[in-house]
């Protein structure tokens, strides 16, 4: 963890940056947002990148810093989907508000002439119509200040903007931040094949760190799909950081240091290592065995996933105190409810007779398959996989696991 930013600009760049880069620490109020349940991991991960103050929200993360933090949040951060700078915070219950709150910031500091922009809206209030509607008044509020500066009025591009402005509406308030990532974190760019069902890439990795997953364990994923857990956990296994390859949003801001972005990712990259234990993907579909294969190249993590196409009800684990992660299907997208229900019942058994000694994770969408695997769960997390809302749950598997009864489950 470094001391300062300064420390560390001094250590990775040496002489290489611009006095104007090196003298740059500003500490700019920033949000990463993230799926809902994901907020602690989301913190730990900041507080590993040096900002103990990071603070949870609800679907955020709030922390202080500079471009350097911007861009090492973007490069590194696995469980966020966008790195925002917040500008302006306060009461917005009309437009009329609204409009002095967006006319107060120096918009002519972010923008340079030419550059186009765009502003998203997302949230409800009770004093604004509408998220379009609170989008029009930031545009003219941002549009007139700048016209009363420069003499003329900036671009809107909704499809390329250099600038993207998010509004979040709450209550009688508003916040307006500038976002610095672009196409979301979560958008890795190694799931070109799609499937059946695929998780968020930035939810993956969440499971997988509330797993207590950090590569030095056996990890099985039986119904991997397109792979997303088996290849998140590769890419924490042999701590690559998920951004370092994709461009972001803040590369077209005013204050872009291109230097310092190299930096960054050249010291993330620097950290790299082999990885200690193995992972499996399994799958009983083999064109999920062709898609994952494909991925985990596209991923840049070539021959770090043993793939195999087998049922998930013929486990076997790669090795002592094998962390099992998996996402089943659970009918909402995958599947019928009543024929899964004899699949979680014959999967529970499968855990119970042939991994003992290993530690479960299940992402499960329907209750009552939950009961169907007729196991305890250890612990249970909610998290949301887009709409829907998900129980994670842990079983600790050993020998005579516990089997337990309907009632059981309905008291527990
Ligand atoms: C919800 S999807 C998993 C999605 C995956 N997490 C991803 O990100 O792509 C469930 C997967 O379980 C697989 N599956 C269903 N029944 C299975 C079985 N009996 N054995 C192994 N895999 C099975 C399906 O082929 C599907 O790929």
Redesign the pocket.
Known sequence: MRARPGDWIAEACGSVLSMRESVQDPQWPLVATCSRGLEEVLRAELVSLGHPEATCGRGMVSFRGGLEAVYAANVSLRTAMRVLRQLAEGPASSGEELYEMASAIPWEEAFTRGRTFAVESAGRSTGLRSTAYASLVVKDAIADRLRARWGMRPDVERRNPDLVVHVHLAADGAGLALDSTGEPLSHRGYRPMG?????AESL?AGVLLLAGYDGSQPLL?????????AIEAALIATRTPPGARRRFACERWAEHAPTLLRAVREKRLGARRPAAAPIVA????AR?VTAIERNAVAAGIPGLVTVVV????ELGLPGPGTLIVS????GE???DPRELRA?YREFGDALKRRAAGATAWLLVGNPDLVKAVGLRPARRIVLFNGPIECRLLRYDLYEGSRSHTFADETRG
Do not use: C, E, H, S
């Open positions: 499937g059946p069902a695929p998780l993956a994923d039986p119904m991997a799909g397109t792979g997303t857990i399994g799958d009983r579909d999920a087998k049922d998930a009800r996402n089943p299907p659970y997208r995958v599947g699949f």
